[in-house]
């Protein structure tokens, strides 16, 4: 019996990565313009870390964590409560009052295996730390659209406010009180949710539930003065910057730590899995799991949808990975002479490759073609005698000899600047 992967972890085949590949470096490139900085955490955390910022009665951690119960510790089913941790842990506050930060690495959750949604997922996830401004919230906001853009892809913006501690009491209190008067059209998760955590009755998909809530009251109706304030400038910083957006009064995100801002790109082209990204503010969090005052927002965004999303709208041409020059060695003289000076190519910088079997030429050309390689050198021991060898453009067919003059090392030097000299347009 074949040994197959487990349902809901997924292979990224060759073929596959380039497309990753792209996307990260994109994505690298974006953060970076925005002064942001990389940092990489251990994939397993203990269980309370995620139960004291995610929230107890949250979906992820009562039914999605991946827990080693014994063990008290969970692979990390996000990376902000990662990111926080590591965060206060070091001190990072002290080398730098605003910390901007980024990580890209697998997710964990045991959830339904749908498209674009695995339970081991990855995604890119970027955190600004000690910064309380409106537009702040505004600039991630478009950094995260300008990511999307230059990857090519076509998203809609949606925004909403969660209040903070002082509005967001009296809120849940108003929507309980609907809530259980509407208990028997509500689904057994939501009538659960009504005792539990009210809120994400406003985010079911469920349509008997969806139903239900377009009359439910909105967060936005009884903001504080201050939430009112710093949503109504984060409206006008998007609107300087010319992202459009809607406002989605039901939006709630299904973590507990997030207040005020909160944002989702969606698209159409995912079936019912149209968030591509998604964050928002956590104002509070870093104190609640034992770190300084400080306030803080991020999102995350799914890479397995980000490149599925490519893939069927395939407007964005993603960097072959080709071959500089294949080395044809033919006959059992040559052998030693091709491999040295293969490495010697490497060591240059070129990307080269060789074959050892001994194949005949037509055999080796035609693997030249299979990996792209732009040149191939023929060094056959007719060749070999004469002391050059021949220099093929695979793709105009075009051949020149080159002497076998001189060390690897300096053959190395003149093949490459023949090859690139050739290939430049």
């Not at 309380?132 to 950094?143: G, N, T, Y």
Request: proline share 5%; hydrophobic share 40%; with cysteine.
């Amino acid at each position: 019996m074949k040994i197959q992967a487990i349902n809901g972890f997924k292979d990224i085949l060759p073929e596959t990565v380039g497309r990753w590949q792209f996307i990260e470096q994109q994505a690298r490139d974006i953060f970076e313009r925005f002064g942001f900085q990389e940092i990489r955490m251990p994939i397993l955390e203990k269980t309370e870390l995620f139960v004291r910022s995610i929230g107890e009665a949250t979906d992820v951690v009562e039914k999605e964590m991946y827990t080693f119960v014994d063990k008290g510790i969970t692979m990390r089913p996000e990376a902000t409560a990662s990111v926080m941790r590591a965060f206060i842990e070091h001190g990072l506050h002290v080398q730098q009052p605003v910390q901007r930060l980024y990580t890209i690495g697998p997710m964990f959750r045991h959830e339904r295996p749908q498209k674009g949604r695995l339970r081991q997922f990855h995604q890119l996830d970027a955190e600004i730390i000690g910064a309380s401004e409106p537009r702040i919230d505004a600039e991630l906001i478009a950094m995260g659209k300008m990511l999307l853009d230059e990857l090519g892809l076509n998203v809609s913006l949606e925004l909403n406010s969660l209040g903070c501690p002082v509005c967001r009491p009296p809120f849940k209190e108003r929507l309980v009180l609907f809530l259980e008067q509407r208990q028997e059209a509500l689904c057994d998760d939501c009538k659960r949710r009504t005792r539990t955590n009210p809120l994400r009755v406003l985010d079911c998909k469920k349509p008997s539930c969806r139903a239900v809530v377009q009359e439910a009251p909105s967060l936005l109706e009884v903001l504080c003065p201050d939430c009112d304030r710093h949503f109504a400038e984060v409206r006008t910083a998007l609107e300087e910057l010319r992202i459009p957006f809607q406002i989605n009064r039901f939006m709630v995100r299904g973590l507990d730590y997030y207040t005020r801002t909160t944002f989702e790109f969606l698209t159409a082209n995912l079936g019912a899995q149209a968030a591509v990204g998604a964050g928002g503010r956590y104002d509070g969090l870093i104190e609640q799991l034992g770190g300084p005052p400080l306030s803080g927002i991020g999102f995350a965004m799914g890479l397995e949808r980000l490149a599925l999303l490519m893939e069927q709208q395939d407007n964005r041409s993603i960097p072959a990975k080709d071959m500089d020059i294949f080395v044809a060695a033919l006959g059992t003289t040559t052998i030693a002479f091709a491999g040295q000076l293969t490495h010697a190519l490497r060591q240059q910088g070129a990307k080269a490759a060789i074959d050892y079997s001994g194949r005949s030429l037509k055999a080796q050309l035609k693997q030249a073609g299979r990996i792209n390689a732009r040149f191939a050198l023929i060094v056959g021991e007719d060749e070999w005698s004469k002391g050059e060898a021949i220099l093929r453009d695979m793709q105009t067919q075009k051949q020149q000899p080159v002497a076998l003059s001189g060390s690897t090392e300096e053959l190395a030097r003149r093949l490459l600047a023949m090859v690139r000299t050739t290939a430049a347009p």
